[in-house]
């Protein structure tokens, strides 16, 4: 099993940044794909950004394009989403998940964290 647990969640306003940090333990982090998901309050559970065991190019939902940056750092167990620019809309708790399968639906992920708390305020 893959423990996850994602921090860094705040209040902030239009325009400004965050960095997300999922942090895993149990088995080996770079075994699995990662991927990041939102959900808004009343709104269905949505995909933002994947990354590969291996790393390599990470690939974002259209929404956050140009604006998030994924990376992990597999030796510290580490996986990152560095948002900027961030908009009211981008309201929600994030979630980070562990899986075999590149994939962007959530149905494919095993593993998921408790979520963090991001909030935007305009």
């Known amino acids: 099993q893959v423990q996850l647990v994602e921090s860094g969640g705040a209040l902030v306003q239009a325009g400004g940044s965050l960095r997300l940090s999922c942090a895993a333990s149990?088995?080996?982090?770079?075994?699995?794909?990662i991927g990041w998901f939102r959900q808004a309050p009343g709104k269905e559970r949505e995909f933002v950004a994947r990354i590969s065991r291996a790393g390599g190019t990470p690939y974002y939902a259209d929404s956050v394009k140009g604006r998030f940056t994924m990376s992990r750092d597999n030796a510290k167990g580490t996986v990152y989403l560095q948002m900027s620019s961030l908009k009211p809309e981008d309201t929600a708790v994030y979630y980070c998940?562990?899986?075999?399968?590149?994939?962007?639906?959530?149905?494919?992920?095993?593993?998921w964290g408790q979520g963090t708390q991001v909030t935007v305020s305009s």
């Open positions: 998940a562990a899986g075999r399968i590149v994939s962007s639906s959530s149905h494919l992920y095993d593993y």
């Open positions: 149990g088995r080996t982090v770079s075994n699995y794909n």
